[in-house]
């Protein structure tokens, strides 16, 4: 039996330490929220900060334009931005990258707004990609609203008309993140996977979205292709 003032003083010690726990729970609860809203905060800022490029297949709008772009072999991609006010009044360029061994073969700046004084960035801004492999030749063309440019590059004669093929490289999100600055990533136009050992027979196997030009041609030998790239300055 403990005397009476022994058992004040625990009933005292036990109420501060009660005091302090609610107090210490109390702030690591409020610590936890202001850490919470500021997670959602800085997420919320990033979703409206982060560049985002739209890639959509152009799908012929009649039956008569989808035979013509199946016979002659035609393919395209159309791009826009998903917020254009987040690259207002930017030059950009466009560059076609032709890799042959897995080496880089040529490099060609198929537009330049700076240079070339062409139109800048606007509210509208999207641009279509047609590819065309015919006659030992791949055709590259960029059609914007108010001009255009097309490139030509000589095809391997192992590859028949039409083995290349125009691919998306949004991963099947339709959308390609960007960052100012950078080349980026927007297509590939490549003869399809036809090692087993590789992966899937066909094209989808070598288009999952951004290519490591090294991997991807230690995997799949494929001797010739041909990545695009977007720069927004």
Not at 56 to 72: A, G, H, Q, V
Not at 198 to 225: H, M, R, T
Request: proline share 3%; net charge neutral.
């Amino acid at each position: 039996m403990y005397p009476k003032i022994w058992v004040d003083c625990r009933k005292v010690c036990f109420g501060k330490l009660l005091v302090i726990c609610n107090n210490t729970k109390t702030n690591i609860m409020k610590q936890f929220l202001t850490i919470i809203s500021l997670f959602f905060i800085s997420l919320n800022l990033y979703s409206q900060t982060q560049i985002q490029l739209i890639s959509d297949f152009n799908e012929p709008k009649t039956k008569d334009e989808f035979e013509n772009d199946l016979f002659s072999g035609i393919n395209k991609l159309k791009f826009y931005f998903e917020d254009s006010d987040l690259v207002l009044n930017k030059d950009y360029k466009i560059i076609i990258k032709e890799y042959k061994n897995g080496k880089l073969h040529s490099e060609i700046i198929a537009v330049n707004t700076k240079e070339e004084g062409l139109p800048k960035i606007d509210k509208d801004f999207k641009f279509t990609l047609i590819a065309q492999q015919i006659l030992d030749n791949e055709k590259i063309g960029f059609f914007f609203k108010n001009f255009m440019n097309k490139k030509i590059f000589k095809v391997n004669q192992i590859f028949p008309d039409g083995t290349f093929d125009l691919r998306d490289l949004s991963g099947n999100t339709n959308k390609i993140d960007f960052e100012l600055g950078k080349e980026i990533q927007i297509a590939l136009i490549t003869p399809p996977n036809e090692n087993p050992n590789a992966g899937n027979l066909g094209y989808c196997e070598v288009s999952k979205g951004n290519i490591d030009v090294n991997s991807w041609y230690i995997k799949y030998k494929i001797p010739q292709f041909f990545l695009i790239y977007l720069q927004v300055e």
